[in-house]
């Protein structure tokens, strides 16, 4: 623990990019620890005006923790580092974290660890900007898996969870490593049934998960609602 304390004491040395081998071994130390990699501990991080990582007995500031990457010689944990970037010291003035949009931190955190497969999505519920959604997730440990992940694709696709179809992920762990892109064969069947989906505002803010081709405008053209109006918005987005 020796390097905890010529943290505490070395703060303007390392805020100046000086630091020695026992410091290097600190921080590589603290950031390979487990509790980087939790689910939990990433709103905890986002929330906080101010935070101070302790360790046993000895404490360092999270101004001087996001500092540590650019000092170390190696590349640390993708996940450490993306929690790093949560913690207050790394915005500006001290301002309050911005919120994101569901689908950028189901990517970013998709491999934070959780006992509970669900809680690698209710985690993240506090740090969304849900302005633009037509629906807010709760946390609901009676749900299912497979119940939780047909409310996420319909909160992604502006649309009511009974007109997505049965999923074929069994877990949310094979459900988030396949979200780069929403499977178009999910998607047209959205597109066929649902009484309520937002087509503009789907295609407004997820052009990064969906890809739109002529089977969507055909499985459109088949909703018994919308389907002037699902054509029209997608033959337009074509082009």
């Known amino acids: 623990m020796d390097y905890l304390m010529r943290m505490e004491e070395g703060t303007s040395q390392i805020l100046l990019g000086r630091i020695d081998n026992l410091m290097l071994e600190g921080f590589r130390d603290i950031l390979s620890r487990p509790w980087f990699q939790r ?34 010689p190696d590349k640390i944990d993708f996940l450490s580092q993306q929690v790093l970037d949560l913690m207050p010291g790394s915005r500006k003035g001290g301002q309050a974290a911005s919120k994101f949009q569901l689908y950028d931190l189901l990517q970013r955190f998709q491999h934070a660890k959780a006992t509970d497969q669900r809680d690698k999505i209710y985690a993240l519920l506090g740090m969304v900007d849900f302005g633009h959604s037509k629906s807010i997730i709760l946390p609901d440990y009676s749900m299912s898996q497979k119940d939780l992940m047909r409310t996420v694709i319909a909160n992604l696709c502006f649309c009511e969870s009974s007109s997505v179809p049965e999923l074929p992920y069994s877990t949310i762990n094979e459900f988030l490593a396949n979200l780069d892109l929403i499977d178009n064969n999910i998607l047209k069947d959205i597109f066929e049934t649902s009484l309520e989906i937002d087509l503009a505002s789907l295609l407004q803010h997820g052009s990064r998960y969906i890809r739109i081709d002529r089977s969507l405008v055909e499985a459109a053209s088949r909703n018994k609602t919308k389907s002037d109006e699902m054509v029209e918005i997608l033959l337009r987005a074509i082009g």
Do not use: E, T
């Not at 935070?51 to 000092?71: D, E, Q, R, T």
């Open 39 to 72: 689910a939990w501990i990433l709103q905890d991080a986002f929330n906080a005006r101010a935070a101070v990582l302790y360790c046993g007995s000895k404490a360092v500031s999270s101004k001087i923790m996001i500092h540590v990457p650019k000092l170390l």
